[in-house]
Nanobody
Framework: VQLQASGGGLVQPGGSLRLSCAAS????????MGWFRQAPGKGREYVAA????????DYLDPVKGRFTISRDNAKNTVYLQMNNLKPDDTAVYYC?????????????????WGQGTLVTVSS
């Protein structure tokens, strides 16, 4: 199983980034997918989740209206579009897959975890 996240980088406040997470080694369309982040010196934090079909989506309150999670089951890929980025969004971002979908992801549980991609928001 592999979850390969990419798209992180350095961006100024107010800027945008799009993270991607390419999955392999499991039946992607059977799993809910989520994004998490870990800021320096802090614990892992749930950010967003999407059901296997894309029909159910959830966000952490501070990112609502700024972040958009989506998925392409044909490409085995989940995305996180991040707009109007703030310094508090600085963190390593991880993707994860959960058989039981949003219920697990929203409680910081997953069956598979990917490696992270660093997002730094700074002027």
């Amino acid at each position: 199983v592999q979850l390969q996240a990419s798209g992180g980088g350095l961006v100024q406040p107010g800027g945008s980034l799009r993270l991607s997470c390419a999955a392999s080694g499991f039946i992607f369309s059977n799993f809910g997918m989520g994004w998490f982040r870990q800021a320096p010196g802090k614990g892992r934090e749930y950010v967003a989740a999407i059901s296997w079909s894309g029909g159910s989506i959830d966000y952490l309150d501070p990112v609502k209206g700024r972040f958009t999670i989506s998925r392409d089951n044909a490409k085995n890929t989940v995305y996180l579009q991040m707009n109007n980025l703030k310094p508090d969004d600085t963190a390593v971002y991880y993707c994860a897959a959960a058989r039981h979908g949003l219920g697990d992801l929203m409680t910081n549980k997953a069956d598979y975890w990917g490696q992270g991609t660093l997002v730094t928001v700074s002027s």
